[in-house]
């Protein structure tokens, strides 16, 4: 049964840093791209970026050169570092299989995601 645990939520200044991770299991993390989303009160889930198998990675405009993701496929891990982060990127970041949420559509597995609060 698959699982992804989101952590390393928390509080951060304007122009701070913040590194959360992502553990998988139940099914095969190395042989799945991962990407990372986010959800605010006012947008619905939105892409972040994503790392594929071969470690290439690919992100959204606005956040290019300040995040970046990695992965370890013997931890079933994915990393998401988060560098000069703006009030407006606040919200809950989730991990899942970008495969798995087109698949399966609304009835996608979602972990419980973790918070990220930028506020002076």
């Known amino acids: 049964q698959m699982q992804l645990v989101e952590s390393g939520g928390g509080l951060v200044q304007p122009g701070g840093s913040l590194n959360r991770s992502c553990a998988a299991s139940g099914f095969d993390f190395s042989g799945h791209h991962m990407s990372w989303y986010r959800q605010t009160p006012e947008k619905a889930r939105e892409w972040v970026g994503i790392?594929?198998?071969?470690?290439?990675?690919s992100y959204k405009d606005s956040v290019k050169g300040r995040f970046t993701i990695s992965r370890d496929n013997a931890k079933n891990t994915m990393y998401l570092q988060m560098n000069s982060l703006k009030s407006e990127e606040k919200g809950v970041y989730y991990c899942n299989s970008p495969a798995k949420v087109t698949q399966l559509g609304d009835r996608a597995y979602w972990g419980q995601g973790t918070q990220v609060t930028v506020s002076s």
């Open positions: 790392i594929f198998t071969s470690g290439g990675t």
